[in-house]
């Protein structure tokens, strides 16, 4: 008589291993309406509403059978206390009262219980004959009547955050297969928290962190009671706050028409549902109950199909619509290839959650790092939320000059006291790289036109005569961002031509300097053309470790002579037609320009020959500072210090725009002065805007904090190594490699190319790409050259899974196993 | 026997009009503690809370005699239940046991009852004979025990929020007078709030939005009982999610050990305190439960006074703090007066909330906008940052070329609905203003070179030849932004000399244009040398109002001829040794350049000028869009399109930084090519950042929409007249004004200035500035210009009280009454 679906029929409660990293990152199905249950407080109905529910999408008059999936990841208080149970009695019940027509087929498992619990106490499933079906599942169960936190504490059977989302993932893919072939509104799953929104799990993570991975849409049982407005619309927020979206709010009516001012607050937001009162006896089998609010669930079971409907439609929707009306940065549309636009649903730690052909919301690691700026993890993440919405709340934007509030004085002391540490005095905020850098540039350009005696009177400055033609000493390979100052700042480059810029001339001097790169498990210098070294001329110098290329010692090698020669040569040759007004360099690694390590031992010579001429030293530490290099600052890494420096991007966590300047008290003098005229007359309406400031007060702090950074070594001065040793060695041994760079959270490798394959135009890497993409792994190349980033937090164990996955593509396109 | 504080001796009930702006801003007075009491639910022991502290204040056997104010500013199921009441009785029945050798005078007033509930009810306020001091106030009192807003509705009573915290303020005015010359420590007060968080004031608004102009710190009483954790956690985020700083959280233990999740939770950021377990039994007195948590009341009373005082610190300290280590944009250090620096603590809606050297947090109408950022009133600011809290939390930052996510694309549809209406085709965003206009050259000038033969392969551009010089139409006073490729753009001025930017050259021709002014209550038309007018000459034009000077009409009039010879004159001047690759001009308003208005014919003839001749003109609305000028887009007062324009600061309401280039669909094509190389190879790394396009999202939509924006009229295209005509008149008419021009949110004034007393560096302002903002309201000036900002949503009420303040002191100031 009793049929058992076949993938029911093994009642084993299996345990599932412990692990620290799940096999698969957990991804959400699409085919069919999947929900979360929340409740504003305990004991508000949760268990009922998702009855009910259940109810009208099974019970309906409706012509095709259909498919209901309760999910109970966590039930205490088991086996007396069982929702899942519950659910199916109850639809049995009112399968038999309301549509005897209707068959129902229903199955009840448990997967994992504490030991604790005693099999034999388990509801054996049964599942009735018929086309409609019933499937009650409870992923965990404790014994005790309390959190699952601490049930799972005293009776065994903890449960890391990564398996239950695994398990509850391996659910929907049951959801996926069960409704092959159904109709999209034929099939419906709704998951069941425990307790209110932010009631701890088995870990002792709050649920709404718990899940939050999947972001499943929600939908919120609110409290009609006294008290009630207040918990329904505090635990709504504490779900918004986490980037759920929920789609209705529905409560118990209490006769306090708590609906009023609830309809009030979620207007033009979410419809709120009221509940006829529940009867309190416990006898009363709530047959009558259910009839009663029959309307209301179905109402509610509309709204959430078309929620789910709609949001469907905009996933397929919005790939056509960005490319009718967006003008992508740095992007030939034309070259967009069909397919080929990125539905980011969402973002939760270093993970964006991609919308996929296949119906899936599935994780991609964010390998760009979303272009240089991310350094959260995904409890970080939720930290800085908090973080905006309290700042938002607080301050909005308070406009800055001669004002002081609390983030902006914050930051400007965390700066001093961490990438300024022993040489800045002043902050100076902006709102990205590239006015930085031009707020660098005018301060250099000041206190050298000061100490070269180019400055007299500054009380009339509007004749415009130039007293002198000032320059910069820059290096070839350069760049420091896109508006004009930037860029003359930088030699010329793709980004530079007439066709970018009719107005860049390029006022530098560019040095083309030596750069390091490991190839075959060794590090190598490259010097370039220029340099006058007759002892070693035509060979290659090595090291055997980067730590030897960043050592001190090498200041008293032949090698920084050499430097020093080459460096003064250039700067007679322009002295007498020319002044160079600064240095601007990106300290260790040149970014956009390719990925360029430059040798450390060129740079600090570089630096001294600078500040002995008395040109001020700029360091753009735009994308090098705040741990991307495995230090907070890169000036760390080459043992000097600038006169002026400029940061940005991991500033804020990568969480909101914010740039600042930082300069000395000597370059702040060369300003000051009786006029307004003589003031640095450089200021963008958000400066030091209050979030950005937070955000980064926050973040500067999370980072160099073991506490909240396991990556941060005992001394506190230095990230651990991030690349398992023996695959970096394995993939710069790689026959389709030209070399390799690591360091602090960048991997970086060239692809060898040559003519058009190779350079920034080149779209050799674009194939590879697209297999990373499939597998996981978010990249963007720059031309042949590509690269992956993770955040100061990120666990080696992550930075090796993707070293993993690009070996194995590597070999699977080029076809040479090394 | 009995002795009653003077202030005290009448029981008056005075219920106050309902006014709908309050007579005084509320002020919070830091001369002592004050708290706020919140519970995360109803019946969590609020009161309990309050008497705890009470008790530990008064009762403690501390050599001092001190004082304590407890303030019930909503008391429903009164007079059954009054909490005031209960806190009296309890102290003085504590005080009996605990201390008999300490004197406890006390109080209990209830200040507006609703007429439901009888005076005869009401307990006579008791005053024992001694030297500390319990003062217990009901402010508001109703019969029924439902939520206020219900009882408000039922029974009378309503009252504004407005009302409730002027009465408010009145209290705490009370406080601070009834305890001068007592230690800071030695005086407590603390306001106990009723039910939940967000549980509704009389008026309907969230208790936790009522009295955030205030921004009390606060105490939360948690909630010990099974779903505890969560609706405590919630509501601290309610509370963290509106600007509050809680500074500990207190609850009752119910044995669920609720306090391990909550001290994870709050962890680095605010004290659990644990309290006993509260008898039930209703003959219960509760004295020994009050001995037994004696101790964590005084551990609570230490921890709000320590926070107290760390509070006072931090504000004093301030000014000193940031004059030390903060670099001002736009400001010369020297010139910055002790005592000049604003501390500015939170701000609400238009409001700054100012620390005062008389110990108070004030408020300020910000009349700068901060930086002519602003549009939020209190109630936007507080859904922006809930939106700011959800963006971050699905969100944080995701890059965006080739990427398309929600928050991105709904601002782009809304922004080619909105401003760009009728000609845009295409969103490209960036980061600020300057960067927007940078952009916008770049496309302009592509568009140009492709249009007049300049561009013929893109494939390689790395040579840096020029085809051509290429240079801009622009206005004499303008100004674009602060990075080179703006200031280029832009004619010389006191921003753009050898002192401040040496690379300046000025790459424009730039037209001298007719402004237009208001001034003895007549509109004039000042047009400058150079434009040849023979049938006029040395006449002036006058317009009876604004209406008139934006009259399409006026395209027929003599005027237009003349400015139409007068620009191809200058243009043909110029056409054959350089290139005009752009027109760039900011519509009606020249912002930075002295708050000047064109006339808008002049600017209309001057784009038909352009097109004619395949010169692509972009319009700078960074500081005139979004509503600034009473029009959605400027472009609609010259009754003309652009090709390019550029929009920031009120994109995004003024909460955070995010600016945008809208181009037509024919810059767009020029950028497209089968290289890269011919894309437009310019953007930042938070390109279309989430929480900026989703607070563009929801201001666009806010500022436009009657329902959440009244000054709204009924088409939708226009904001009702905000600044009133008698006052505009009068101010327009007085001796000491030069001009005057309104329009919008804007209103402007130059005052008569000679020499040194005028330009932008002139001081001439200060004083007046320095007087206004003691009146409340914060300007900074341009030299000696000076306007008032409010924002798209401030109420005509509101404009006209600064107007009346700012003419006040004109006269005090100028000493001409007219």
Known sequence: ?????????????HRRKLSSTPSRPPSLPLSHPIYLIWGSNTGVGKTLVSAGIAASSLLSSATTPSQFHYLKPLQTGFPADSDSRFVLNKLRQLSLLRNPNVHLSSSHRVLNVSPAVLDTNLLPGEVGRGHSELHCKTLYAWEEAVSPHLAAEREGLAVQDSVVLETLGECFEYVVERGAGRERSDVLCVVETAGGVASPGPSGTLQCDLYRPFRIPAVLVGDGRLGGISGTISAYESLTLRGYDVVAVAFEDHGLLNEGPLMSYMRNKVPVLVLPPIPRDPSNDLMEWF??????????????LSAYFERIKKLQDMPREARDIIWWPFTQHKLVPDGGVTVIDSRCGENFSIFKKTEVIAPQFDACASWWTQGPDAIMQAELAREMGYTAARFGHVMFPENVHEPALNCAKLLLQGVGKGWASRTYFSDNGSTAIEIALKMAFRKFSVDHGFIVDCHDDTTNERPTELMVLALQRSYHGDTLGAMEAQAPSSYTGFLQQPWYTGRGLFLDPPSVFMHNNTWNISIPEGYVWESQKGQSITFSSSDEVFHKGRDKSELATVYSSYISKVLSRFKESNNVGALIMEPVIQGAGGMHMVDPLFQRVLVNECRSRKIPVIFDEVFTGFWRLGVETAAELIHCVPDIACFGKLLTGGIIPLAVTLATNAVFDSFIGDSK??????GHSYSAHAMGCAAAVKSIQWFKDPCSNSNITSEGRLLRELWDDKMVCRISSHPAIQRVVTLGT????????EGASAGYGSLYARPLIEKLREDGIYMRPLGNVIYLLCGPCTSPEICNQLLIKLHRQLEEFYGCKN
């Open 1 to 13: 008589m009793f049929r058992f679906p076949s993938l029911l029929l093994s009642r084993r409660l």
């Open 291 to 304: 009839e009663s609010s029959h309307r209301i669930f179905t109402n509610l079971k509309e709204i959430m």
């Open 677 to 682: 005229l003589k003031a640095l007359l450089h």
């Open 746 to 753: 960048l991997f970086v490798l060239e692809l060898k190319g």
